[in-house]
């Protein structure tokens, strides 16, 4: 194959990725509000247990194929990522039940500035002129649609901001875990999905009841939520 098919050929498998990623996250967003929204279903910390618990299938089968090799992550270093991540997690879908779809999507983008400060803190990384300024520019959209946005409430803009730091918090803890103990996307996830699960299930439906007073047991399960968090939980 020509050296120019080649890189034909990678562009558009790139083009087609980045393409399934977009369509895949915008879907996961409306089907995950509608059904917050539309449907009333609020529970969004059990909802997450379940993702996991189908995660954690999916890294079982993994595992059985030989696409997971084993590796080490100490107990303590998993109990800390999994504080981290679930928080994130339901945060993230406390925020998008509580708050519009765009000021959700404007939440996402506060994670890049606040991962940058995580990581000049942390890290000692020094950013180029150009890529503050990109940074800067974020922010003062983040902060004009903010203000302008009348769908915002005070429940809502915590949940946003506890969502933001604990995921940048997630996202950084994530990159110290793969180099320290030299693991990958898969490795990580085949050990921290088992735990999300086990402690989110347990926890989530006493979680889901204190945030909105409503028992997950007790919910009317339609054919169209049992379809909608059948797909959420393929999706996600």
């Known amino acids: 194959m020509a050296p120019g098919s080649k890189a034909e050929r990678k562009a558009a498998l790139d083009a087609g990725a980045w393409m399934f990623n977009v369509v895949t996250s915008v879907g996961i967003i409306m089907v995950n509000k509608a059904l917050m929204a539309t449907h009333g279903f609020s529970f969004a910390t059990t909802l997450t247990g379940l993702h996991f618990a189908t995660t954690t299938l999916m890294t079982l089968a993994m595992k059985w194929l030989g696409y997971i090799q084993p590796s080490y992550l100490p107990v303590p270093e998993l109990i800390k990522f999994v504080f ?103 490795n990580l996830l085949g050990h921290t999905a088992p735990a999300q699960a086990a402690s989110l299930l347990i926890l989530g439906p006493f979680g889901d009841f204190w945030l909105t007073n409503k028992r997950v047991d007790t919910f009317n399960y339609t054919a169209i939520v049992t379809v909608c968090g059948y797909a959420l939980l393929i999706l996600l």
């Open 84 to 186: 981290f991540a679930n928080l994130s997690i339901v945060g993230m879908n406390v925020s998008l039940m509580w708050n519009s779809v765009g000021f959700y999507q404007i939440a996402k983008l506060c994670i890049i500035p606040v991962l940058c400060f995580l990581e000049i803190l942390f890290d000692k990384v020094r950013y180029s002129r150009d890529t503050k300024l990109s940074i800067m520019l974020v922010l003062v959209g983040v902060a004009v649609c903010t203000v302008t946005d009348v769908s915002v409430n005070s429940q809502g803009l915590i949940a946003a901001i506890i969502a933001v730091w604990s995921t940048a918090l997630q996202q950084h803890y994530v990159h110290h875990l793969q180099r320290k103990y030299s693991l990958g996307s898969f």
